[in-house]
């Protein structure tokens, strides 16, 4: 039940951002931030998160709300996958982060690949686009979508980054304990169906 709140909240968040983005109506201005601070009540009680927190990443946010875009970094060598390790609750993940403005989803991954793992490398093929409500993540105020880019390693090595403290490959039946909030194990076995037939479609959703 507390999932169906949070989709409410997140509702709730982006009718009254799109409502305060577009009213010119002094009174209706005023309703649209009360959705916006009942909103903020309603996430503040099913997340944990300080009130302070939820306010500034709403309040942040201006204009018509779109999801967010997380863009990750898929790089096999002898049969194994590349994963960093997150300094913020010690689990691991593919490389990567929200896409920057400015930045092709393509620039966005070698740019987080090189910071988080220290390894340069060239994009091949997008292998998923997935949106993240359809996956089992923990909740998250947020509306993702989630892209998984395919890459080759051409120079750099392992190094740690400013956000990560392990950089390590990983086979598939023997994978660490993830950073669910950022990958799952389905959708890490899924990625090594790649490895096995690279003639794989893209998957979407």
Not at 58 to 64: A, H, R
Request: charged letters at 30%; glycine letters at 6%; aromatic letters at 10%.
């Amino acid at each position: 039940m507390s999932d169906k709140w949070l989709e409410w909240a997140k509702k709730i968040q982006s009718i009254s951002q799109a409502g305060l983005t577009f009213s010119k109506d002094v009174y209706d201005i005023e309703r649209y931030e009360q959705l916006r601070s009942l909103s903020a009540e309603i996430m503040r009680e099913y997340t944990g998160l300080e009130m302070k927190k939820i306010r500034d990443l709403f309040t942040n946010e201006t204009g018509y709300q779109t999801p967010k875009v997380d863009v990750r970094g898929v790089v096999f060598q002898n049969n194994k996958i590349l994963m960093v390790r997150e300094k913020n609750d010690d689990k691991w993940s593919l490389p990567g982060g929200f896409c920057d403005i400015g930045l092709s989803p393509s620039e966005n991954i070698v740019k987080e690949i090189k910071e988080e793992a220290g390894y340069d490398v060239v994009p091949t093929k997008l292998l998923a686009l997935l949106d993240m409500n359809k996956h089992p993540h923990p909740p998250q105020p947020y509306h993702y979508y989630k892209l998984f880019v395919q890459c080759e390693i051409i120079g750099g090595h392992a190094r740690n980054g400013l956000e990560t403290k392990g950089v390590k490959f990983y086979h598939e039946d023997h994978l660490p304990k993830l950073s669910l909030g950022r990958n799952t194990n389905t959708q890490i076995n899924m990625l090594f169906e790649f490895l096995r037939d690279p003639s794989k479609d893209t998957i979407f959703d």
